[in-house]
Structure formats: C-alpha cells, structure tokens
C-alpha cells in the first residue's frame, strides 16, 4: 500500500473516531433516560433516523458511504460526517434531559469504548480499517445497547451493597411499610396516602421517581429514621420479576394497586402481561387495597380473600364496596363500608383518593381524622396543576407528567371545567408514549375528543404527529401531516411545532386574558 493510501486510510479511521465520539454522547445521553434498558439507544435511533425526510436522507448517505468505502476509502469521509452532525435534533448534552455523568455512566462510557476500539483495531489488524471504523461509527446506538446488557450484571452487584444496607435499616427501625404500584396514579396516591397519616402517624414516602431497587434503597438509606412509623414506598416495574425483588427487602405490610392500564405497553406487550408483574406486590402483604372498578382488580381482591388477606375494595361507582369515592357536581363524596362520611369540594382523581383513605384506615387514622384532612390533600407537581402564565394574561393547566388515556381524558374535562365562557381553550400536547400497538389509536382518540373541547391544538414534535392530526382533522387523508394551520370541524385550528419552547411561544402570542392552556404530557427532548 503507498503511503498516500495509507494516509487516507489514517485519516479516514480519525475523522470516523470523531464522529463515533459526538455519536457516543447522543446515545450513552438517551440510554441514561431510557433507564439503561439493553435495546433503548437502537430503538430511539430508528425513531430518530426514519421520522423525518432530513434525517431519512442523511441516513441513506452514511449507509452508502460505508457501503462504498470497502472498494473507495474516501466515501468513508461522507458516513463520518453524517454520523456526526446527525440525526439533526437529537444534541449532544441535551437541553430539557441533559447527560449526567454519574458513576453508573461513566462506566457504562467505558465498556462502550472498548466495544468500538476492539472493532476498529480488528478491522486495522485485518487490513479494512476504514470500513471497520465507518461501519462502528454508524453502529453506536447498537453498541451502547450492547455495552448495557454487559454492564447491567455488575450494576446489580453493585447496587446490592446499597440494598443489604437498606434491609438492615429497616429491620433496626422497623417502621409497617405501604407499598403502591399501578400503571397510573401511584404518584398522587403515594402523596394522599402519606398526608392523611401524617396527622396521626410519623409517616415517610419515597421522593419523585425513587421507585425502583437503586432509588428505593436510597431512600430507606438516606432518609428513614428512628421512630419512623410508616414508610410509603412507591414501586415501579418494566417487566415481571422487579416488583417480587423489590418485596423481598422492602417487604409490604399494606399494597395497593392503583389501576391497570396501556402505560409502559411496549415493554410489556399486553395489559395482562401488565396484570401479572403489577400483582407480585400482593403476594408478601397481609392487606391489599385493590381498585376493582377494574374486573382484573376486583378477580385479585377475590384471590386475595380466599388467600386470607385483608382486602379493601375501592370503588368509584359501588357505595357497597368498603370505600368508595363518588364524583359529581363538583364533589367528591366519601362512602365508607355503605356509610357516607362526607361530601367534599375536591379536585383529585376519586379511585386514588379512596385508595388512600383505605390505607388510613387500615394502619387506624379514625375516620374524623381521615375527613378533616381531606380536603388539604397535595396536588401532585405538573399533574393537572393550575397556575397562571408569567405574564399573568392566560391560565395555563400544567399535565406534563401525564402520559396515560384515562389521565388525558380526565385533563380534558378540567379544561371545560376552567375555561370561562367565550375564551379559547389550548391544548397542547406532543401526545403519549409506551404504549405499544395502542399508542397510534390512543393518541388519534385523544385528539378527536380534543377537537371537540378545544379551540386550539397544538402538536409537538413528530413522535406521535400523524397519529395525532389524523384524531384532530377527523380521519382526513395523512397529507395534511405537514399542514401549518389546518381547521377543525370548522371551529378547531391545529397548530404543528417541533419543539416545547415553540409552543410555549405559540401559547404566550396568541392567548390572553380568559384563555385556557392546557400542556398535555411533555416528552423529553431524546424524543423526536
């Protein structure tokens, strides 16, 4: 080989380094958001590169530069560039998720550089450097993927120390632990449950999204202390098995299962599938607080019966069931065991509120203490939170925490609800996320029932875009995907943008004093 040619191919390998690095921040940044799961940075990547034309065309360029660089070295140049600018959107560090380089990352970078290192010198020592680094460049998502299934057997390991430290913390404090899941509403079930003890109980509840083994254990670690009677532990789950594991550490005296629904379905790949890793909860506790408007809730609340548990049945339709909260009118009104307790102003979700009062009553808050302070109970951050805009001109309903069918349509009933007569109404929304072969449908019903309630939808970015202007303009033809402004039933326009600031530029010029917006779910920016 001349030394020309090995220049190339020297600078060939460099300019593919480069690009293979920029590419690692993107990916290493949405396997951290996508919680580590061993398939996330492919599955983004694909999202990424096939949702838009721009990034479409990019993609078919660095895939015909790597196909040509085996017999035309310099083609290589072409992957490496497009493997560093793209896909155009998706940045470097992130502007609503930016990486954080914990310890668990800088691992995890580590094990992936010696992933693509290891192929780039293979290539080298077989001759087809260039080929080997274009082709790395290019297979970075796959690689960080891989780089996490081999990490993840040392991430338990590691983890495990933080975990027999938190079970020998709870067996010195000792405190009855209330352990809540479901697809929905565990957030502000957590909240309520925890408010209503604290009058007669020293009561702890998991912060944020601390649900799971690493999160869990720094919270009993971190934050229980001597004299704690009662830990909230909110539990989380992406497949069977994690909610078992979790219960034999942090085992439940009461479980609560909030509700079952299509959240996180693309990980599960059905409901029931959803039914059965939510259930492990039960197994360990002597009393569970079930839902059982749902027919799966109320056929566990049976098998926990003849199991030999204490059941409490939550309703929000039977007055016969042990608890039951009953909307209407703008009132909650409380039904205890066929005994009706109070009739309250209230604005939170009936199920979750009966769930609470359940548990209350269990660990033995009197009833007038569990009435007296209903109507103080939290609202839970971004969830259905009023507060006026900045300029103070519109009011704006925050839901961006929101990311379920049932939350959605309960959101869009508090915007009628708000809305004063003759303003616009807004809602806003990049639409919903993991919810499988339902998400498309979900979406596209959720719009059509927003076109119906709002004079305004604005839809962000393109994940759920066509699924949405398909519900909004009902069921025209997809060429109106790219439609700036299109009318709605002759009253709705729908308004595209690509990203959250956008919108809430769009909110800020063109609503004002007596308008309603409502921001639906917002979806980090490693989402197109």
Not at 47 to 62: C, D, E, F, M, Q
Not at 484 to 510: F, I, K, L, P
């Amino acid at each position: 080989m001349s030394a020309s040619s090995q220049g190339l191919d020297a600078a060939v390998v460099a300019a593919a380094a480069l690009a293979t690095g920029l590419a690692g921040l993107r990916w290493l940044r949405v396997a951290q958001r996508e919680h580590y799961l061993a398939d996330a940075a492919s599955r983004f990547a694909l999202r990424w590169w096939l949702k838009s034309p721009t990034n479409l065309a990019l993609l078919v360029v660095g895939a015909a530069g790597l196909v040509l660089s085996s017999r035309w070295p310099a083609t290589g140049f072409a992957t490496a560039a497009v493997v560093a600018v793209g896909p155009i959107g998706l940045g470097l560090r992130g502007r609503t998720s930016p990486v954080a380089w914990t310890r668990r990352l800088r691992t995890l970078a580590g094990v992936w550089a010696a992933l693509q290192g290891g192929g780039v010198a293979v290539g080298i020592v077989l001759g087809s450097g260039p080929l080997a680094a274009t082709a790395g460049a290019l297979a970075v998502p796959a690689l960080v993927d891989a780089a996490c299934a081999l990490a993840a057997p040392v991430e338990w390991y590691l983890a495990g120390r933080y975990v027999s430290r938190a079970a020998a913390r709870l067996r010195k404090v000792s405190p009855r632990v209330v352990a809540i899941t479901g697809s929905y509403g565990k957030t502000s079930t957590k909240g309520y449950v925890t408010h209503l003890l604290s009058g007669t109980l020293a009561a702890l509840s998991s912060p944020a999204s601390f649900n799971n083994r690493a999160g869990l254990a720094r919270t009993v670690n971190e934050q229980l202390a001597e004299g704690t009677d009662v830990l909230v532990a909110e539990m989380g789950t992406y497949g069977r098995g994690e909610i078992a594991a979790l219960c034999r550490w942090l085992t439940p005296d009461v479980s609560v299962i909030t509700a079952i629904g299509p959240v996180h379905l693309e990980r599960f790949g059905t409901q029931d599938a959803i039914v059965r890793a939510k259930s492990e909860i039960l197994e360990p506790a002597g009393c569970v607080v079930l839902a059982v408007d749902d027919p799966r809730l109320a056929a566990l609340a049976d098998k926990g019966e003849l199991d030999g548990k204490t059941v409490w049945r939550v309703s929000a339709l039977d007055h016969d069931a042990d608890v039951c909260v009953e909307e209407g009118e703008g009132q909650l009104r409380l039904w205890v065991r066929g005994e009706k307790l109070a009739e309250l102003s209230l604005d939170a979700r009936p199920l979750n509120v009966g769930c609470a009062v359940a548990v209350a009553l269990q660990l033995g808050v009197a009833n007038q203490t569990v009435v007296e302070r209903l109507p103080t109970l939290p609202t839970a951050p971004h969830r259905l939170e009023p507060a006026p805009t900045a300029s103070g001109r519109c009011l704006v309903l925050d839901d961006t925490y929101n990311a379920n069918p049932a939350g959605a349509r309960a959101a869009l009933e508090a915007l009628v609800l708000l809305a004063p007569p003759g303003g616009r109404r807004a809602v806003v929304t990049p639409g919903m996320v993991e919810l499988g072969t339902l998400q498309r449908e979900e979406n596209a019903r959720f719009a059509a029932a927003a076109a119906v309630v709002a004079t305004d939808i604005v839809v962000i970015g393109r994940t759920n875009r066509r699924a949405l202007l398909r519900g909004a303009l009902g069921g025209r033809p997809d060429d109106a995907e790219d439609a700036e402004v299109a009318e709605v039933a002759g009253e709705a326009e729908v308004v595209v943008v690509d990203t959250r600031d956008q919108a809430v530029a769009w909110v800020r010029d063109n609503l004002g004093e007596g308008d309603v917006a409502l921001f639906e779910n917002d979806l980090p920016d490693h989402y197109p």
